[in-house]
């Protein structure tokens, strides 16, 4: 009876290594980037779209120094209007000029995240929001398209694609 009950709980206790190795097993990966067959995408984290998020919500706010924390000393941003930022001083100037002269205000309205789980532990968040702000004295309001490169929990790098809305009748 006791090696019927010792058999028993080995198949138990093996069963459930099995169950555990195959759920450590690899990601599930969707995509693909043009020109780099080695690199897929996976299913990112909400704690990187959480860093994203608070950078956003600086920006209402006009917190530079709040910003200026979340932001890599390498930074790199490509903006919508052909600028090109590199390094946190370049980045701190802009900002003191825009944020005043642009007022912006952003509304999220979604955000995903992916990474390249051979990759460098970048995490890529993807998001689409609207931004109202005033430009030669006009308020405007533009959709916005972020594809932004976290990594850890600072802004390395990103690119800001914009699209005017429709004239509404």
Not at 1 to 8: D, F, G, K, N
Not at 129 to 145: A, K, L, N, S, W
Request: aromatic share 10%; glycine share 8%; charged share 20%.
């Amino acid at each position: 009876l006791l090696l019927l009950l010792a058999i028993t709980f080995s198949c138990a206790e093996q069963a459930t290594k099995i169950e555990t190795a195959q759920a450590v097993e690899a990601p599930k990966t969707v995509g693909f980037l043009a020109g780099n067959d080695s690199i897929s995408w996976a299913l990112g984290s909400d704690e990187a779209i959480d860093v994203w998020a608070q950078w956003v919500e600086y920006h209402n706010s006009q917190e530079i120094d709040k910003i200026m924390a979340l932001a890599a000393e390498k930074i790199k941003i490509n903006g919508p209007e052909g600028e090109y930022i590199e390094g946190k001083e370049a980045l701190k100037g802009f900002l003191e000029g825009w944020l005043t002269a642009a007022n912006p205000k952003f509304k999220q309205q979604w955000a995903t995240a992916v990474t390249n789980p051979n990759g460098n532990g970048m995490q890529w968040i993807h998001n689409a929001y609207m931004v109202d702000m005033t430009i030669d004295g006009e308020q405007i309001t533009e959709r916005h398209f972020a594809a932004v490169g976290v990594k850890d929990n600072l802004i390395q790098q990103f690119w800001i694609y914009s699209g005017k809305l429709p004239v509404s009748e």
